[in-house]
């Protein structure tokens, strides 16, 4: 199993571009959740779905930000228009319901200049 | 909502010593899980161990325990026998009833040589 798959890893974009950030499952694991982690606020919960439904959205910062689950294979996270201030590690973490723990991506290290 | 604390921003320990992170959090629930997280420089999300809130007896993996006191709601890492690869940081976090997983604010360990 390749685990949680994120990409890209790196991420430069110019402020006010349109940015999507990917992330592939584990097969069968049903949670998938979407963390932002910055120096300053550390690792904060921003969305997580379960079968695919959002079930909490309320640490998506603004309505800038867009998540979807369209199908159990895939995640986007989506950033419109981005500013300097998105610029942080994003990270996709999957969990199977009945299991105790989660499984994290590498990563999506976002430069916003 | 639940929280959790990390008051130790930075640690240091020497080499071959022991050294104990501290982890605070507040909640209502009863049953929820309790896990450690190490973050090396490579930005990956390693689970170092977990807890159940119902188990008395504090998990143990090889060279890291914890210290679980739920009247208290703490939850602390002893790591024993530090090596170099143990630098990192290190994040508590909580896992509700309902599956959402919440992140202390880190605590960087340093091993000296």
């Known amino acids: 199993d390749a685990g949680v798959i994120q990409s890209p890893r790196h991420e430069v974009t110019e402020m006010g571009q349109e940015v999507t950030l990917r992330c592939k499952p584990i097969?069968?694991?049903?949670?998938l959740f979407w963390y932002r982690q910055t120096m300053m606020r550390g690792l904060e919960l921003l969305i997580y779905f379960n079968n695919n439904v959002p079930i909490d959205d309320s640490g998506m910062p603004e309505d800038r930000f867009s998540a979807k689950m369209p199908n159990a294979s895939f995640s986007t996270l989506k950033i419109q228009p981005s500013e300097p201030r998105d610029s942080a590690v994003y990270f996709c973490?999957?969990?199977?319901?009945?299991?105790?723990?989660?499984?994290f991506g590498s990563g999506t290290r976002l430069t916003v200049v | 909502a639940q929280t959790v604390t990390q008051s130790q921003p930075e640690m240091s320990v020497q080499e071959a010593e022991t050294v104990t992170l501290s982890c605070t959090y507040d909640t209502s629930e009863s049953d929820y899980y309790l896990f450690w997280y190490k973050q090396p420089p490579s930005r990956q999300m390693i689970l170092v161990i977990r807890?159940?809130?119902?188990?008395?007896q504090n998990a143990t993996e090889n060279r890291f325990s914890v210290n679980f006191q739920k009247a208290a709601k703490s939850f602390s890492l002893k790591i024993s026998d530090s090596q170099l690869g143990d630098a990192a940081m290190y994040f508590c976090a909580y896992r509700s009833a309902g599956g959402k997983l919440i992140f202390g604010q880190g605590t960087e360990l340093s091993v000296k040589p």
């Open positions: 807890q159940e809130a119902y188990k008395q």
């Open positions: 973490a999957n969990r199977e319901r009945w299991d105790r723990d989660y499984t």
């Open positions: 097969s069968g694991h049903n949670s």
